[in-house]
């Protein structure tokens, strides 16, 4: 049993479909964008669920090896499964119990929605830049806190509901859909990314995502919730200095503003500031060692 007491064993992410469209162009966009991106020997896609990104990544650094390590065997099998996924190495590797067995050199580290379900976020972290000798650079996406207020809220009403008892597991979906009616804007942004995934592949069924969205955002047993703050804190404890959050700054209308109000674009008042007015879902982190002083 992993420490998240199976959870991605019963519901490996993402299920039934890939990322949203959005995400996924956005996130190669970005990775191309960057100079350093066609430099790595090798991508580490850590916590690489059933391969989602590890596609994206494969598109972004079409010679890099490609490490996709999941501590999930559920996940794993289905993305040995994907036929629009060749040419990686998946590794079944828990990050909380150590490094890699082998060190890999000249990497990106690629951390998608991994280290908020970790209990501990500092030993897997620490050990995924331990398993790597040089990092070219790392991408981090964290859930954002104030853009998860309400599903903070709803997780909480639940467990102090009892929801936690995962023998109770319909309970727990009944209890949940009734507390989100609670909570409108949360309702209707679920119900609006469950159309978006049966509009892009018509063989899924919506309330099939609803219950697989209701376990991934309110019944996951470790979700924390990071602010700006917190999120350079942990980087910055593990060795890495976060040089840009470019998924936050695309909000040209709240970028404008601040600058306008003379805050240091790209600084972690600005981000901290940029969070709170944009209230995204997660944040990407664009991170260097910190020992480097420039990403060339
Ligand atoms: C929400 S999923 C994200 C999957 C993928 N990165 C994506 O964005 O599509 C989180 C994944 O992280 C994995 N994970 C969490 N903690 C881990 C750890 N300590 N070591 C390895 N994998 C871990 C889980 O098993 C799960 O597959």
Known sequence: MTKDGGFYERFPYPLNHTHHDDAQTTLLRILRSTDIGSRPKAVLDAGCGTGAFSRVLRAAFPNATIYSVDRSYASLSRLSQRDDLTDIVPVLHDFESGPLERTIADVVIFCHGVLHHCEQPKVALANILRSCRKIEFAWIWLYSQSGRYEIEMI???????????????????????????????????????????????????????????????????????????????????CGLRVVDAPTLSGSVVASEFLERRGVRPKGMKYLSLLEKLVRPSGIGYIAVDSTRSTID
């Open 155 to 237: 997780r909480k009403v639940a467990t102090e509901l009892g929801r936690t008892e995962t023998k109770k597991e319909e309970y727990g979906f009944e209890l949940i859909r009734e507390i989100r009616s609670f909570f409108p804007s949360s309702v209707a942004a679920d119900y609006q990314l469950c159309r978006n995934y049966t509009t892009e592949n018509n063989a899924l069924d919506a309330e099939m995502e609803d219950r697989l969205m209701i376990a991934d955002r309110y019944m996951n047993p470790v979700a924390k919730h990071y602010s700006v703050g917190a999120a350079f804190k942990l980087l910055s404890q």
